[in-house]
């Protein structure tokens, strides 16, 4: 197997509007596929630091990719 396959698949679920931040960031980028934009922000997430651990009782909708507003829209953090 050469070192570029990947042989892992792994699937995520996404709103509309998560996977527009998602495009918009890919585009914006230059990135050239949806997997390398999102390898990149796994990437980019992994290598940071001063996140807190999650909570016992936690929920994967407890953790989106945008934040809500005051006024109940959703926005992105940026990058």
């Known amino acids: 197997?050469?070192?570029?396959?990947?042989?892992?698949?792994?699937?995520?679920?996404l709103t509309d509007e998560e996977l527009a931040a998602?495009?918009?960031?890919r585009f914006d980028k230059?990135?050239?596929?949806?997997?390398?934009?999102?390898?990149?922000?796994?990437r980019r997430g992994l290598a940071s630091d001063g996140f807190l651990t999650a909570e016992?009782?936690?929920?994967?909708r407890d953790f989106g990719v945008?934040?809500?507003?005051a006024d109940g829209e959703s926005?992105?953090?940026?990058?």
Request: proline residues 5%; charged residues 25%; aromatic residues 2%.
């Open 75 to 79: 926005s992105s953090s940026g990058d």
């Open 1 to 13: 197997m050469s070192e570029l396959e990947r042989p892992q698949r792994l699937q995520i679920m």
């Open 30 to 42: 230059r990135m050239p596929s949806r997997s390398a934009a999102v390898r990149e922000l796994l």
């Open 56 to 60: 016992t009782g936690s929920r994967s």
């Open 66 to 69: 945008l934040s809500s507003t």
């Open 22 to 25: 998602l495009e918009n960031w």
